[in-house]
């Protein structure tokens, strides 16, 4: 069987670690899994970039020309990503050409594969959520806003105050282009599915829930004075670890609630944890306490470490589908502190593996942090076998592949996959 998966990218963001991964695990399978991307970086088997040399050297302006309408709205939030899909586009006969048995979409904006293209894609279409894009007007993250329950309009991350604007033609074209398809969703967290089921684009398609998968093998514990020895870290202080993709720039990352809840602990704790950062540097002066700065860790191995080599992981982000970090640190043995905010809750059990707050009370998340930190041995030992064991029996990639190696095989039998 050929799966045919498309990302934008096949390294660099959460969904394209999630769609590579997959891929490696389908054919660990046996299936001639191919990930198809419009930019291809690594040297990972099977994966083929889509797009022509001379559209790959042309794509810093075939984005800007894409993003052109954006520029009626001045008033656009402009931390938000708004990625609209209307410019023509071949790359469906590409993806044709590779010959596949099924299509399965992970993150395909910024310009790849085109909305109104799907169709003739000509097989059945598997759509991992990783984001809302796929269910609103051109938004990819909600921000509270409901207005994909109603056709969208009244943008406000556009700034826009009409009933008819982008969000509106945006969700219109999608209407439209879901109509010819043969489509399954697929859900990654809790969170995604409820609102899947909630939208009128998506709600009359099957949708399940199958969670991203992570590689155990490669990120499983490490003796934790090795993996400081090895990181160049301090032995013998509370260390607590976060990392993300631009930690200090994107919003939703919540670095500034990070930083109000290191600088809610105890005074005499503060004074003593150290914090490692990974993924890009942090604002100089901003933490309230000692910050180490790890920078992009690039291979699984390093990976690992950090988050062996950490007391606590923090996850601080305002809106999360599944985090690939959440996963990795329960995989290593690492309990986390976070937010109860997207499929979060669907990972930590509050006192079991890690310490969920209130969506975005910094109290309650700095007495988390305080409390895995500070707790006995004994319990420690224990939060650490729960953080392992949860992604043992629910992440695993083995598991995840075949789960999407079975809908395959249905949806080529003609079954409708059962939610």
């Avoid at 990654?188 to 155990?216: C, M, Y």
Wanted: aromatic share 6%; net charge positive.
């Amino acid at each position: 069987m050929r799966p045919v998966l498309c990302n934008t990218l096949d390294n660099g963001g959460g969904a394209a670690i999630a769609a590579r991964r997959l891929h490696l695990g389908l054919r660990g399978l046996g299936d001639d899994s191919v990930l198809a991307v419009m930019q291809q970086s690594g040297d990972t088997p099977g994966v083929h970039a889509v797009t022509s040399r001379l559209r790959r050297t042309m794509q810093p302006f075939i984005r800007q020309a894409e993003r052109l309408p954006l520029l009626c709205y001045p008033g656009r939030d402009r931390r938000a990503l708004f990625s609209p899909s209307w410019r023509p586009s071949g790359v469906h006969r590409r993806i044709k050409a590779l010959r596949p048995d099924v299509v399965h979409l992970h993150w395909i904006a910024d310009s790849f594969l085109p909305l109104h293209s799907l169709a003739r894609l000509g097989v059945p279409v598997v759509w991992t959520l990783h984001d809302t894009w796929a269910l609103t007007g051109g938004c990819h993250i909600l921000k509270g806003c409901e207005g994909y329950r109603h056709g969208c309009g009244r943008c406000p991350q556009l700034g826009s105050g009409a009933g008819v604007d982008m969000s509106s033609l945006g969700y219109a074209l999608r209407k439209s282009a879901y109509k010819r398809l043969n489509l399954t969703i697929a859900a990654p967290s809790r969170h995604l599915e409820f609102l899947a089921k909630s939208s009128p684009l998506l709600q009359h398609f099957p949708i399940i829930r199958i969670p991203n998968g992570v590689d155990t093998d490669r990120f499983r514990p490490i003796n934790q004075r090795l993996a400081r020895q090895m990181l160049q870290l301090p032995q013998d202080v509370p260390l607590v670890v976060f990392g993300a993709v631009s930690p200090g720039s994107d919003p939703n990352k919540g670095f500034d609630l990070l930083c109000a809840a290191l600088g809610a602990l105890p005074t005499p704790l503060r004074k003593q944890v150290c914090c490692a950062v990974f993924g890009g540097s942090v604002p100089a002066g901003e933490m309230p306490l000692s910050v180490i700065e790890l920078g992009h860790l690039h291979d699984d191995v390093a990976l690992a470490l950090a988050y062996s080599a950490a007391d606590v992981f923090i996850c601080p982000s305002r809106e999360e589908n599944l985090p690939n970090t959440v996963m990795e640190a329960l995989s290593c043995g690492t309990p986390v502190a976070a937010f109860r905010t997207g499929g979060i809750p669907d990972m930590i059990a509050d006192g079991e593996n890690g310490a969920l707050a209130p969506c975005f009370d910094v109290k309650a998340l700095a007495d988390g942090i305080a409390w895995l930190v500070q707790c006995a041995p004994e319990k420690k030992d224990q939060l650490r076998n729960a953080a392992r064991q949860k992604a043992l029996s629910e992440y695993s990639l083995h598991g995840i592949a075949q789960r999407y190696h079975d809908l395959y095989l249905a949806l080529l039998s003609g079954a409708r996959p059962s939610a």
